[in-house]
């Protein structure tokens, strides 16, 4: 069985500054990870996959994650906020056996 | 660009009605999901299919059923519409290669149902 945990509900940031948004996984297969963002009124849209490549797997819009094994992590990042980065932000995990998991979500404030 | 589109945006309809959310992709996908999003559960899945005519519970299929009669068509029935599911919708698809679980999904903008 699978499961994801974000590991916060809501992260307020300031423009220009970093930003972090936490997901721990729980995974007896070897896991794929991804990290979703949906803008208000919107569907998901992806912004990066692991698929056990490189640990460090970079996605649009200046977002990057690293899959670290050891700490069951898959952290999402972005060295500079945008305001057009508040949004909700989704971390999934899946595996071979066909099942999928969503976290509950992040909300991200960015403010000016 | 893969497209999913999803027939209504908002839909008002009253408890014991049947309905029908219809999803259409145009890339010709193999898999296609229907999830319910609701604030602070994330999305859970209602029910996905992996080919024409085949479809396979997800966690909360109670409810609801779905129709796969064309590769680029997914449609989800609520036999009697009750309030408890008042929900977003949100429609899905993917490439079956790798398994299921391994590619990326490209979701519909979703459909608010309020059922009153």
């Known amino acids: 069985a699978q499961s994801v945990t974000q590991l916060d509900s809501h992260v307020s940031v300031s423009e220009g500054t970093p930003v972090l948004l936490r997901c721990n996984y729980s995974s007896s297969y070897s896991p794929s990870l991804f990290w979703y963002v949906q803008h208000p009124n919107k569907g998901l849209q992806l912004l990066l996959k692991y698929t056990s490549a490189a640990t460090l797997v970079k996605g649009i819009n200046g977002f990057e994650a690293e899959f670290k094994k050891s700490e069951t992590s898959f952290h999402l990042t972005k060295p500079s906020a945008h305001m057009s980065d508040a949004a909700e932000y989704f971390c999934?995990?899946?595996?071979?056996?066909?099942?999928?998991?969503f976290g509950a979500g992040t909300r991200l404030t960015v403010k000016p | 660009d893969v497209k999913v589109t999803q027939s209504s945006r908002y839909l008002v309809k009253r408890t014991g009605e049947k309905v029908f959310l219809e999803c259409v992709q145009d890339m010709d996908h193999e898999n296609m999901f229907w999830y319910r999003q609701d604030p602070g559960l994330g999305l859970r899945l209602i029910y996905f299919s992996y080919d024409v005519k085949m479809k396979e519970k997800g966690d909360i299929p109670e409810g609801y059923s779905v129709s796969r009669e064309k590769k680029e068509r997914f449609s989800l029935i609520l036999e009697s519409a009750s309030t408890n599911q008042t929900s977003m919708y949100l429609c899905?698809?993917?490439?079956?290669?790798?398994?299921?679980?391994?590619?990326?999904?490209?979701f519909g903008d979703g459909t608010r149902l309020s059922i009153l």
């Open positions: 999934v995990v899946s595996g071979n056996n066909n099942d999928m998991r």
């Open positions: 899905a698809s993917s490439l079956l290669m790798g398994g299921l679980g391994n590619q990326p999904q490209h």
